[in-house]
């Protein structure tokens, strides 16, 4: 089905979200999936978390500095929540509530895997701060990229090339894996929003996976789709 047979649904925008480990391609895919919805004349917002807003890219700053860290784990994930709360108000919910399709790099699963999962923060904690940030805002659909953490680590140093590691690519082999972990956990606790994309291939075929998960579940069905 190619984008312009598509009847695109009309009202709120959908939220899409993309999650998954270091340079597992997430940054690169949602390039690629606004390209192809933007083609389609859809109105779509590129986003991403930590940051995505002007007092969300200031948190951005202090946590990938390390400064959060140096408060502990609990205050580095209110850092995210403070973060998310502003992206949310001042830039997400307006764009769906305009009839536009955001796409996020990264959203509140990676605070329940990085902070959570494997910075073994509280969930009650993190559940509050949810409750106050995001209330019951939720993706339509959320990606979550899914790759042996070697290769993705790969990917990262060489994109950074000389340049130092951040906060989170400094942590160590098993903290990498134990994300990965979690993501597949989060998959498979919520396969109704999520679904885990094979992110072990060239771009071009990733993105037909993106591209086919995304038909599945948030394009009309087919009764709905003007033929060409
Ligand atoms: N964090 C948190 O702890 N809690 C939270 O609540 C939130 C975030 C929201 C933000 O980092 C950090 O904040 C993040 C989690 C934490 N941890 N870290 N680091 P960021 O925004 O700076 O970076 P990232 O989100 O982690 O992105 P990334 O993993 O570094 O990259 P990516 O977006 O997944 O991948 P990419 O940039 O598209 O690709 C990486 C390289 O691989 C690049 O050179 C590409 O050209 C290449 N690439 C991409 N796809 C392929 C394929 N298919 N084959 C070969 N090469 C590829």
């Not at 940051?51 to 951005?60: H, L, T």
Request: with cysteine; hydrophobic share 40%.
């Amino acid at each position: 089905m190619s984008e312009s047979a598509v009847k695109w649904p009309s009202g709120r925008g959908r939220f899409v979200t993309f999650e998954g480990g270091e340079g597992t391609g997430k940054s690169t895919q949602i390039k690629k999936l606004a390209d192809r919805l933007k083609a389609a004349r859809m109105r779509i917002l590129v986003t991403r978390e930590p940051g995505g807003s002007p007092g969300a890219e200031i948190m951005r700053h202090l946590v990938l500095s390390g400064m959060g860290k140096l408060l502990g784990p609990e205050a580095e994930t209110l850092l995210f929540a403070a973060a998310r709360d502003d992206h949310v108000r001042t830039v997400i919910q307006p764009a769906l509530n305009q009839g536009t399709w955001v796409l996020c790099d990264r959203f509140a699963d990676s605070t329940r895997a990085y902070q959570g999962s494997v910075g073994r923060v509280p969930a009650a904690l993190i559940n509050a701060m949810q409750r106050v940030t995001i209330g019951d805002l939720k993706p339509d659909l959320t990606l979550i990229l899914d790759l042996p953490v070697e290769i993705g680590l790969q990917r990262a140093a060489a994109r950074r090339g000389s340049g130092t590691p951040d906060r989170f690519e400094a942590e160590k082999l098993g903290f990498h894996q134990g994300l990965r972990e979690a993501y597949r956990k989060i998959a498979a606790d919520d396969p109704a929003r999520c679904v885990l994309i094979d992110a072990n291939s060239d771009p071009d075929t990733v993105a037909g996976r993106v591209w086919t998960a995304l038909r599945d579940r948030l394009l009309p069905t087919p009764a709905s789709v003007v033929s060409i």
